[in-house]
Each structure stands twice: as structure tokens, then as C-alpha cells.
């Protein structure tokens, strides 16, 4: 009887066994790769990116996100939505209702340039992976500083990946890739809008996109992360009359 009994609850661990490797094998690594370019990417997902395939548009860049090879950190709709803003938020239109000015109620009333100013510092030359970048311990970035590079609009970021503590041991569990924002090219170990990416190495026809991870820190809650840049750009630049057919 004892043998029979070992002999069932055998079976039952190695179906289980089977069932969980089935369930590993069928669930299997995602297919970073996209059967379209950046653009069609970007209007597939949307969610989070259809604001962020309209503002493409606003900002004269389709052909580029359509055609050219570059590595492009995507922040999501609420990173837009959140700039933006209302009245009663710490947004863009609470900054010029309370400035005496009108406030935004489409985006095309912003000027094509400065959504195309903005766009760019999340735009890099060359096609790079998680794999391609630096580690950064943002601890101990005298070790590990990851790597400065410029954006096609001309600012300098540190991009680099941070390597998790597993099983109480520094650098062997997950890796995550980061997109930091300096705001002072003369300081650049200063004022950094540190960014975390929540999918790397989504590869479309043409170049590779890492999704940004929304977050309530200043840096990663707004569009162009520094927002002071934008607010004024745009405070400066006025508003055009809305077209709801863009």
C-alpha cells in the first residue's frame, strides 16, 4: 500500500513538473521584433503611444520615424498628458493661465519647432541596445558611470544599465536600462532626471526603441524632462489657433 501511495504522489510531481515546463516553453521570451517601422509602431501601441505618434506628426518627423535607423527612448501618453496639463495642475496650462495667457487646448497650437525640439532629446544616432550601453551604479558612479551621449537635439544625456542585487549578491540579477537627463552640459554630474526603461530593445524596420517607465519624479513626469524649458518655449512662442482636424 506505502509503495502504491509513493508511487502515485511520483506521478503527480512529475506531471506538475510537465505542466510547469510546458508553461515555461509556451510562455517563452517576448519577440522584441515589429513587422513595421518606428512610426507604425507607435500608432499600433495606443496604448501608451498614440499622443506621442501625433505629436511625430506636429513635429515634422514622420519621415524620420518612418525611415532612419536611430535609438529613440519613447515616454507615454501620460508623460504628455501630465505636461500639458489643466488649471488646476502644475502643468503647462496652469503656468500660462496663471501668466495671463491663453492656455492649450489642442496640441497642434504649439509650435511644430518646439515639439520637434523636444521629440529630439529622446532621439540618439545609431542603433543601440541594452547591451550596447555602460553600467551605472548610481551609487557608486565613480566606478560605474555608464556613458554620455548627445541627442540629436544637441543636449547631453547619460544613458547606462543598472544590474540588481540577487540572493544578497551585487550585479547578478535583472538588468534595466536608465535615460538620464543633464541639464548643464558645464555640470554634468548635476541636476540629473533620472529615467527608467520599462521595455528595452523593441526593434521595428527601422532603428530600436526603448519605452520609458512613467513615474511622479519631475524628470520623468514631463515632456523634454526638464519642464521649465518647455513651459517658457512655449509661453514665449504663443499659441496658434487650434485646428481640431489635425
Not at 49 to 72: C, H, P, Q, R, Y
Amino acid at each position: 500500500m506505502k509503495k502504491l501511495i509513493f508511487a502515485c504522489a511520483a506521478l503527480l510531481v512529475l506531471l506538475n513538473a510537465c505542466k510547469r515546463d510546458e508553461y515555461y516553453r509556451d510562455g517563452g521570451l517576448a519577440d522584441p521584433n515589429f513587422k513595421g517601422n518606428m512610426l507604425q509602431y507607435l500608432q499600433a501601441k495606443t496604448v501608451p503611444f498614440d499622443t506621442l505618434a501625433k505629436i511625430v506628426k506636429l513635429a515634422g518627423l514622420e519621415s524620420t520615424f518612418s525611415n532612419d535607423d536611430f535609438t529613440f527612448f519613447a515616454p507615454d501618453d501620460e508623460v504628455i498628458k501630465r505636461t500639458i496639463g489643466t488649471i488646476r495642475t502644475d502643468g503647462l496650462n496652469a503656468y500660462l493661465f496663471y501668466s495671463g495667457k491663453d492656455t492649450v487646448k489642442t496640441l497642434d497650437q504649439i509650435s511644430p519647432v518646439i515639439w520637434k525640439r523636444y521629440l529630439q532629446r529622446y532621439m540618439f544616432k545609431g542603433v543601440n541596445r541594452l547591451k550596447d550601453y555602460q553600467q551605472i551604479d548610481f551609487d557608486v558612479r565613480s566606478v560605474y558611470p555608464g556613458g554620455l551621449y548627445y541627442s540629436l537635439a544637441g543636449n547631453i544625456s547619460n544613458i547606462g544599465v543598472t544590474y540588481a542585487t540577487a540572493n544578497n549578491i551585487k550585479y547578478i540579477g535583472y538588468r534595466q536600462l536608465n535615460l538620464t537627463y543633464i541639464p548643464d552640459a558645464s555640470k554634468p554630474n548635476d541636476g540629473w532626471y533620472i529615467n527608467k526603461v520599462s521595455s528595452s530593445d523593441i526593434k521595428p524596420t527601422n532603428g530600436v526603441v526603448h519605452a520609458l517607465a512613467f513615474n511622479d519624479m519631475v524628470g520623468g513626469a514631463f515632456f523634454g524632462f526638464n519642464r521649465s524649458d518647455f513651459f517658457s518655449d512655449v509661453y514665449f512662442s504663443g499659441l496658434a489657433p487650434s485646428d481640431p482636424s489635425k
